[in-house]
């Protein structure tokens, strides 16, 4: 798990439209498999777990969703993000009877997330942040979101 | 001879969300003092196989099935949510107290 293979600006969308949770992941799944970081096998993977294991969270102010699935179907562990133009519902993970409204997807794909505690450990309490969530919904640039991850992680 | 007590901290796909649950069960045991335990991360799966030895299941996702030991939400380690951590950790420790 290289940190510089984390974070790509190739692997961010900005201000994404989409209507559907399926269509947000599918829109994710796309550019990491343009880039081979995931096999094919990873989107209905995804969409799969995330129907019978909600990745909606609400952290804070900010709802988001960071749907993943098995390292089997990752090549290269990366993570992939979009910010949503207007808010998609995802289903809680918390509570699956509750919806989130998320207007951050994080897509992480993970090789092998048992090997490396501390990076994953680091991650996440990074997007637990809410300066983090809110820089990242606010920035204009994909340049500027990886400034961002670069500065918190 | 006893054996390790386990705590068993899983998720759906066993990488992610109880990766960090465990960690967060891990560090709050060892800042109350609690030996003697083995925390396992695992998927949903792996209940059955270990059901015998389990002490207590900590998971990420909702789990209806009604064992004999407590089950408690980890979402907290996720969400960053400290006070709920510190429920959690309580609720372990408190458990694991009781039936030693």
């Known amino acids: ?153 | 001879m006893n054996k390790k007590k386990l705590v068993l901290v899983v998720c759906g796909a066993g990488t992610l969300t109880s990766v960090m649950a465990s960690q967060g069960v891990e560090e709050g045991l060892k800042n109350n003092g609690v030996k003697d335990v083995e925390v396992k991360v695992g998927r949903i799966d792996d209940i059955e196989r270990f059901v015998d030895r389990i002490s207590v299941l900590v998971c990420t996702m909702n789990i209806r099935t009604k064992y004999d030991f407590p089950v408690i939400r980890g979402t907290a380690f996720v969400t960053g949510d400290e006070e709920a951590q510190e429920d959690i950790i309580n609720q372990i420790v408190t458990y694991l107290k009781e039936n030693e």
């Open chain 1, 1 to 153: 798990m290289e940190v510089e293979k984390l974070f790509q600006e190739k692997h961010i969308m900005m201000n994404l439209e989409r209507e559907t949770r399926e269509e947000v992941i599918t829109a994710l799944f796309d550019k990491l498999y343009a880039s081979n970081s995931v096999k094919e096998s990873f989107l209905e993977n995804v969409l799969k777990r995330e129907k019978v294991y909600p990745t909606g969270l609400k952290i804070k102010n900010f709802e988001i969703a960071i749907p993943h699935t098995e390292g089997v179907h990752v090549n290269e562990s990366t993570i992939a993000i979009a910010t949503l133009k207007t808010p998609v519902s995802f289903q809680c993970m918390e509570d699956p009877e509750e919806e989130v409204q998320a207007k951050i997807v994080m897509m992480m794909a993970l090789k092998d997330g048992h090997n490396h505690l501390q990076m994953i450990s680091r991650i996440v309490k990074m997007f637990q942040k809410q300066e983090v969530l809110s820089g990242l919904e606010h920035a204009e640039t994909e340049h500027e979101i990886i400034n961002l991850i670069q500065q918190y992680l």
